[in-house]
């Protein structure tokens, strides 16, 4: 079975500025994805970035990059230069590499962006 | 396409009657899942198609719980003898089959409260 666990119930951030949110999991497959999902509040849930475990290299999509640490089961996102559309909770997850398969999600993190 | 709809988008009814959800996912997509977010948690896997089969039930889908996708296009989540316990947002998500990049796309969810 698979189990995601992400520790920082809530987080902030001053606008323009970093913050990293973390993401642990537990998993006996040797191949999966990582995701992180963005739910802005009253609205529905996004794709943030993606990462496919095979591949080493950390994924990276405009302001928001992950930290994948195999080893550990690790899987950090960083958001830079930080907006005010930022604010969300954020929900790191995983599914079998299989394809098109469900997710497991975490209990999700509430950034809120400071101006 | 607009992406995943669902509806109603709320709905509150008492305890021991029963609701249906409707879920419209995106057209060429051919995997459909539902999953069910309880306050402060991340969303929890209930059941997924591929076209019209229901390839996977979790165990949180009580007997109570009953989900069709008759012609591989919408798909029906029916709750009979409502409970409590079964107030949540109810989400849907769609994806492209086997093969494909695995991103699912998420509905708006329908909030369900049981009086």
């Known amino acids: 079975a698979q189990t995601v666990t992400q520790s920082q119930p809530e987080m902030s951030v001053q606008e323009a500025e970093t913050v990293t949110l973390s993401c642990t999991y537990d998993?006996?497959?040797?191949?999966?994805?990582l995701f992180w999902y963005k739910q802005p509040p009253s609205r529905q849930m996004i794709l943030v970035i993606r990462?496919?475990?095979?591949?080493?290299q950390n994924a990276t999509e405009n302001r928001f990059s992950v930290n994948f640490q195999k080893a550990a089961k690790s899987f950090s996102l960083k958001i830079s230069d930080s907006q005010l559309g930022d604010a969300a909770m954020y929900f790191c997850?995983?599914?079998?590499?299989?394809?098109?398969?469900?997710?497991?999600f975490g209990k999700g993190t509430r950034l809120s962006v400071i101006a | 396409d607009t992406g995943v709809s669902q509806n109603p988008r709320h709905k509150i009814t008492k305890r021991g009657q029963n609701v249906t959800f409707r879920c419209d996912p995106i057209s060429e997509h051919n995997r459909l899942y539902w999953y069910r977010q309880t306050l402060g948690q991340g969303p929890e896997f209930l059941t997924y198609?591929?076209?019209?089969?229901?390839?996977?039930k979790s165990r949180l889908l009580s007997d109570r719980f009953s989900a069709e996708r008759p012609k591989g296009s919408f798909s029906t989540l029916e709750i009979q003898r409502t409970e409590q316990g079964d107030s949540a947002m109810y989400l849907c998500?769609?994806?492209?089959?086997?093969?494909?990049?695995?991103?699912?796309?998420f509905g708006p969810g329908t909030r369900l409260t049981v009086l």
């Open positions: 990462q496919e475990a095979y591949k080493q």
């Open positions: 998993t006996s497959e040797s191949d999966y994805y």
């Open positions: 198609f591929q076209n019209e089969a229901q390839l996977e």
């Open positions: 997850a995983t599914s079998l590499l299989s394809g098109n398969t469900p997710l497991v």
């Open positions: 998500a769609s994806s492209l089959g086997e093969g494909a990049l695995n991103e699912q796309f």
